[in-house]
């Protein structure tokens, strides 16, 4: 059982990247996929979650607008859209999964004992 984010790079403000995020050895049915990232000297926070139960997603304020949480009809790759980069967004980003409750956005405040936890990829936004 593992999870795996990957897609992460160098890109300049205002710029894109896709991140992928692949369960091995199971699939995401059932479980809230949450994109969370730590910033170097920062606390860990949730940016985006996505519940397979109901669909909902939510977003943190600072990339609502900006950042697309999505699942493939597998459930076994979720992906984290990222548009208009901005320096801010610079951090590792891991994805995870959770059977707490998402409904309300509640997924945003969860920053650890995740039921699934992955390595992370750097995402570094600069000129």
């Known amino acids: 059982v593992q999870l795996q984010a990957s897609g992460g790079g160098l890109v300049q403000p205002g710029g894109s990247l896709r991140l992928s995020c692949t369960a091995s050895?199971?699939?995401?049915?059932?479980?809230?996929i949450i994109w969370v990232r730590q910033a170097p000297g920062k606390e860990r926070e949730a940016v985006s979650c996505l519940s397979t139960i109901d669909s909902g997603t939510f977003y943190r304020d600072s990339v609502k607008g900006r950042f697309t949480i999505s699942i493939d009809n597998h459930l076994s790759t979720a992906y984290l859209q990222m548009d208009n980069l901005k320096p801010e967004d610079t951090a590792v980003y891991y994805c995870?999964?959770?059977?707490?409750?998402?409904?309300?956005?509640?997924?945003?405040?969860?920053?650890?004992?995740?039921?699934?936890w992955g390595q992370g990829t750097l995402v570094t936004v600069s000129s």
């Open positions: 995870a999964t959770d059977t707490r409750p998402s409904w309300g956005g509640l997924c945003l405040t969860y920053r650890s004992d995740f039921d699934h």
């Open positions: 050895g199971f699939t995401f049915n059932y479980y809230t």
